[in-house]
């Protein structure tokens, strides 16, 4: 792990350059797409190391309190203490946590236009690499998922939809989605488009926009992260 010392001066503008709320007990950020939570395979930096920059003089830095997958951007929430990572590490078991997320997907509106994805999940290995696959509710390695949808947006190519989780497994939505026949474009992994109407998708199109906890120190808290710009520009497509 870094610390402090081992940032750049670039990497602490690059990472305080994400926050978009602070205070004695959470940083909320906007993590772009192309960086990975934690722990990735590519030996670059990791939104986690880059948390260093936030460090208290003792050394004590944010955790993560969840990830997002390296190309998924959007809302992203850390904690500055222990005890605040514990509260919301419990509100998170809890499921007192609400997220929705924005994603392109193809081809057209699903059908129903808005509905409940309940399909169990299991993870396959292959070498290095790990995908998750539906698979029935008795299946021994079976983790039970629940997505609610609703399309905001839509025409023959291609659809804006949100995405409400209610469990947290591994690429849930995008194994939802693609269980329904509309994967999220600029996902191979799970058949999503590569290109729509002519324009390249440049990486998955999914962006977690908003984000309500319970706050540690009392009350409710929703942070909002704006779309990036080329998510944005294929949405415009849709609306034109």
């Known amino acids: 792990m870094k610390d402090l010392a081992l940032l750049t001066p670039d990497e602490i503008a690059f990472v305080r350059g994400m ?3 602070e205070d004695a007990h959470v940083i909320a950020l906007n993590k772009p797409p192309g960086l990975s939570s ?4 590519i030996a670059v930096h990791t ?3 880059l948390l260093a920059a936030f460090a208290k003089p003792s050394g004590v830095r944010p955790r993560l309190v ?27 078991m809890a499921r007192r946590v609400r997220k929705t997320y924005l994603a392109i997907v193809a081809p057209g509106a699903p059908e129903p236009r808005g509905g409940v994805i309940e399909t169990a999940l299991r993870k396959v290995s292959q070498g290095r690499e790990a995908s998750m696959r539906v698979t029935q509710d008795d299946h021994p390695d079976a983790e039970a998922a629940l997505t609610r949808y609703r399309t905001l947006a839509a025409d023959d190519i291609r659809a804006l939809v949100e995405l409400s989780p209610r469990t947290g497994r591994m690429h849930q939505l995008r194994v939802h989605m693609a269980s329904i026949g509309r994967p999220i474009a600029g996902d191979p992994r799970y058949g999503g488009a590569l290109v729509l109407a002519g324009d390249a998708v440049p990486r998955l199109m999914l962006h977690a926009q908003a984000l309500v906890f319970p706050h540690p120190a009392g009350g409710e808290l929703r ?18």
């Open 19 to 21: 926050v978009i709320h």
């Open 38 to 41: 934690q722990g990735g395979r």
């Open 47 to 49: 939104l986690d190391e």
């Open 66 to 92: 969840h990830r997002l997958d390296r190309d998924t951007s959007g809302v992203i929430l850390t904690a500055r203490s222990q005890p605040a990572a514990a509260f919301l590490g419990k509100a998170m």
């Open 223 to 240: 942070i909002e992260a704006p779309v990036p710009a080329d998510m944005a520009a294929l949405i415009a497509r849709i609306a034109a």
